[in-house]
């Protein structure tokens, strides 16, 4: 069964940065991709980046060129680097593995238990 454990998130003062890290288990990590979501208070979930094993990449236009999805496949693990952060990027940012490069949440049947980004004005 796949798990996905998420961590790095924080309270950070806008236009800093943060990285979040996933780890991945239970399964073969190349058979996957690897996405983040996350959730606003109040708000529905939000598609912000996915990464298949071959390197290919894609953002949610809220957050491209700010983020970078890293996948290290020797560690079984993917980042979020988010730079210049803004308070609209406070979320709770959650972790995924699914099977298709899209943006879609029921594209991603393995979801990790979420990490909070606070980001202060």
């Known amino acids: 069964q796949v798990q996905l454990v998420e961590s790095g998130g924080g309270l950070v003062p806008a236009g800093e940065s943060l990285r979040l890290s996933c780890v991945f288990s239970?399964?073969?990590?190349?058979?996957?991709?690897m996405g983040w979501f996350r959730q606003a208070p109040g708000k529905e979930r939000e598609f912000v980046a996915a990464?298949?094993?071959?390197?290919?990449?894609t953002y949610t236009p809220a957050v491209e060129g700010r983020c970078t999805i890293v996948r290290d496949n020797a560690k079984n693990t993917v980042y979020l680097e988010m730079n210049s952060l803004k308070p609209e990027d406070t979320a709770v940012y959650y972790c995924?593995?699914?099977?298709?490069?899209?943006?879609?949440?029921?594209?991603?049947?393995?979801w990790g238990q979420g990490t909070q980004v606070t980001v202060s004005s």
């Open positions: 995924n593995a699914g099977y298709t490069l899209g943006s879609k949440y029921y594209e991603y049947p393995f």
């Open positions: 990464h298949n094993y071959f390197g290919d990449r």
């Open positions: 239970g399964a073969t990590f190349s058979n996957y991709v």
